[in-house]
């Protein structure tokens, strides 16, 4: 997180040493993952998943091509985090009518994956279209299969993420949807 918040916006500063580059402390001169990177395990390689978003604000571009990568990960929280970060990338760098963080992030919310990167892929959607709802209906049903069908954890994180989305817009599928199973869940 430090390394991500220090070099936030800057990939390759001229003026860092390869001794603090933040590309350096993650990758080696082959682009494999270093110790840095690899050493953290759990929450942490989440966060420094999510954290390398941080480094390519400056580079929205490279950093989506960067995150790809951390979205084939083997481990869960590499996934986790690499989601999250398609979010934090995609804020305040692209274009939001861009359907470029959707993309990136579809085949982590369509497929079989682990409900913790199903979780972050919509949280990184909140991020990236936040209230955007009215021009993003087909965002709707992303949602909906998460309230509707999801566990509590997820469909708690599917109502917190469709609220950021819809934010105002008295949607009312998603307000019936949740309606819904918020009465079919029992009071134990």
Known sequence: IVNGLLNAG???FPGLTPSHCS??????????????FQKNQGAGLLLASAAQA???????FQGLNMLIDLLQHSKTEVRQG??????LLAAPGLDPRDDLPLN????????????????????????SYAGMGEARPDLLPIF?????EGGLEVMGVSALAAGLVFLGSGNV???EAMKKRVSDVKEA
Request: glycine residues 12%; contains cysteine.
């Open 23 to 36: 590309e350096c402390f993650f990758h080696d001169a082959a682009g494999r993952w270093t110790d840095g």
């Open 10 to 12: 800057f990939p390759r």
């Open 173 to 175: 599928e998603l307000l």
């Open 82 to 87: 690499a989601a999250l970060g398609v979010g």
């Open 54 to 60: 941080l480094v390519y604000l400056g580079s929205p």
């Open 104 to 127: 990136v992030l579809l085949p982590a919310l369509e497929g079989a994956e682990e409900k913790g990167v199903t979780m972050a892929a919509e949280l990184a959607l909140a991020l």
């Open 144 to 148: 909906e299969k998460g309230i509707r």
